[in-house]
């Protein structure tokens, strides 16, 4: 049966230290990525995106990377903050019948400590 | 700045009470969605609207139905609460088309005791 009450993967850092959070999905036929950022009590928040047809892109410390033959996807955050402590997700689009759905993962805890 | 706004950020209700959930978003986007975020399951997708009055189910639908009769609003309706619908709710909204980022609301996290 399904389990519940299922913890978080977590990832603990040192403050100044580069980050590395990895993301596998399922769908082979998605084209399109999304990490998102959840800070306690807030709604997930637009990191960076990155389509299919692109291995990496870089934005303000961070960078995505896509590995299609695997299936895997990453975020690294260079010089990691407190502020960067939240849940980081990773989203897949696919192509469903009624139009383009997001399906996310479920998350890993990023612990920045001084 | 897309502004996706969600009623209320804590709600509390009864077992058996009828909840409304709204959610207003300010970017005339065509797509909105409702999740629910459980603790160690993720987002999961209850019901998303691509257009006005037209809905689609997603992956935990029964328990729930949703309203969208203008293009800014898409309402989630709790027809009987029952404790096992205590959890945070989230609303998105996204523009028509493919590759396009999901803008969520606050939330709203509900009790149902």
């Known amino acids: 049966g399904e389990s519940v009450g299922l913890h978080l993967p977590t990832l603990s850092v040192q403050e100044g230290d580069n980050s590395i959070i990895n993301c596998a999905y399922s769908?082979?036929?998605?084209?399109?990525f999304i990490w998102y950022k959840q800070e306690s009590g807030k709604g997930p928040q637009f990191i960076i995106d990155?389509?299919?047809?692109?291995d990496k892109r870089q934005g303000q410390r961070v960078t995505v990377l896509l590995n299609k033959t695997v299936k895997h996807l990453s975020l690294q955050i260079a010089a990691t903050q407190p502020g960067d402590s939240a849940v980081y997700f990773c989203?897949?689009?696919?192509?469903?019948?009624?139009?383009?759905?997001?399906?996310f993962g479920k998350g890993t805890s990023l612990l920045v400590t001084p | 700045d897309v502004k996706v706004t969600q009623s209320s950020r804590y709600l509390v209700k009864r077992t058996g009470e009828k909840v409304f959930l709204e959610c207003v978003q300010d970017?005339?986007?065509?797509?909105m969605f409702w999740y629910r975020q459980d603790p160690g399951l993720g987002l999961r997708l209850i019901y998303f609207?691509?257009?006005?009055?037209?809905?689609e189910k997603g992956d935990i639908p029964e328990g729930y139905s949703v309203s969208r009769e203008k293009k800014e609003r898409f309402s989630l309706i709790l027809e009987s609460a029952s404790t096992n619908q205590t959890s945070m709710y989230l609303c998105?909204?996204?523009?028509?088309?493919?590759?396009?980022?999901?803008?969520f609301g606050p939330g709203t996290r509900l009790t149902v005791t």
């Open positions: 998105a909204s996204r523009a028509g088309g493919a590759r396009y980022e999901q803008y």
């Open positions: 989203a897949e689009e696919t192509n469903s019948n009624s139009g383009y759905a997001l399906n």
């Open positions: 970017m005339d986007h065509e797509n």
């Open positions: 609207s691509y257009d006005v009055k037209m809905k």
């Open positions: 990155i389509r299919s047809n692109m």
């Open positions: 769908n082979s036929a998605s084209d399109y």
